[in-house]
Each structure stands twice: as C-alpha cells, then as structure tokens.
C-alpha cells in the first residue's frame, strides 16, 4: 500500500473478539445488568474499543446509571 492511499475496509486489521464481545460489538448486544468487568473499575484513562482500538470515551464521563 501506498503511504498516500486510504486503507479500504478490506485492508483494515482488526483484535480478535471473543463470541461474546462479537455479540456485544457487532450485533449491538448488551451485558446483564450488574455484571460487566468494568462496573467498579475508577481507574484514569480513556476507555478504547476492543475491536479496532478507537477512543470511546473517558473515565470521567462514566456515570451509576442504576438501571
């Protein structure tokens, strides 16, 4: 590939997913209510995608949704 050229969607490289981050990410599934590994965690960062590394969002938006 030229260093000029856009990767077309073909040429992209991708992480691997587990069969339930493919449900989660691709098919728009959701985890169970108070379940997720990520529920407690208050480290300070910016949350990225597990599929393509994009940023989601950071450590400070979260909220306790309580629903």
């Known amino acids: 590939m ?6 077309d969607e ?3 490289k991708y ?3 587990t069969a ?6 691709l098919n728009k599934d959701t985890e169970m209510p108070f379940f997720g ?3 407690y965690e208050d480290r300070k960062g910016t949350y ?3 599929q ?3 940023a989601l969002y950071r450590s400070e ?3 306790l949704a309580t629903c």
């Open 2 to 7: 030229k260093t000029n050229e856009r990767m």
């Open 10 to 12: 073909t040429e992209k």
């Open 15 to 17: 992480n691997e997913l």
């Open 20 to 25: 339930r981050e493919k449900a989660v990410i």
């Open 37 to 39: 590994k990520l529920l």
């Open 48 to 50: 990225i995608c597990k």
């Open 52 to 54: 393509c590394n994009a």
């Open 61 to 63: 938006d979260k909220f």
